[in-house]
């Protein structure tokens, strides 16, 4: 079996997965992974379903092109597509400038071997010492999403609360969890 060594794009680097910038060749994995039923369930309107290769070529292409938000791929040790993490700018008012939300996915066959943990946590631990104007990553996910929240604590995130029924989805309506991950939190 041939090694795989880690790029030197790579940004973080854990035990289980690195994160490093996307290429155009990863378009074709990233379409496999996001194109799964059970990953749209847990994301937003915006993310598109069925999920192509034509989406996978122009999301790449965007977080390459002057991104406004800081996006890596997520892969194994041994090279493999694994999933996204994104870090995206404030909304609104100029008052969240410090602010920044959080997104992620897992290609399901990553599902339960602690991938993502390690990912987010490395991810923000670098967000944090890369951007100084950074105080806060705050993240929500759907109440029913417990491996999501499972993913956020381990990360050294804390539940805020729920937000009772703020979401709609295909229909049905539920409540959305947030977290939230402050500089202190890390380094005090």
């Known amino acids: 079996m041939a090694t795989h060594t880690v790029p030197e794009a790579a ?4 035990e289980k997965c690195y994160l490093r910038p996307y290429e155009a060749s990863d378009a074709e994995a990233l ?9 749209v369930k847990n994301m937003r309107s915006g993310f598109p379903s069925p999920y192509t ?6 999301w790449i292409e965007m977080c390459r092109a002057e ?6 791929g997520i892969f194994s040790p041994e090279g493999e597509y694994a999933g996204a993490v994104t870090l995206m700018p404030p909304k609104g008012d100029v008052i969240y400038a410090g602010t920044r ?17 390690e990912a987010v946590r490395g991810f923000t631990r670098w967000a944090f010492a890369t951007l100084p104007d ?15 929240q499972r993913v956020l604590e381990k990360a050294g995130f804390v ?3 729920t937000r009772r029924l703020a979401v709609v989805k295909n229909g049905k309506q ?8 402050t500089r202190p939190d890390i380094e005090g």
């Open 67 to 72: 991104p406004v938000s800081v996006t890596f």
């Open 159 to 161: 539940k805020e609360g």
């Open 11 to 14: 940004v973080v680097v854990t």
């Open 174 to 181: 539920f409540g959305e969890t947030i977290f939230g991950l």
């Open 31 to 39: 379409a496999v992974a996001a194109n799964d039923p059970e990953i």
């Open 134 to 148: 950074l105080l806060r990553i705050e993240a929500s996910t759907f109440e029913s999403n417990l491996a999501s």
């Open 53 to 58: 290769l034509s989406h996978a070529q122009t």
């Open 101 to 117: 939300e959080i997104g992620y996915f897992a290609a399901r066959r990553f599902w339960g071997r602690g991938i993502m943990s």
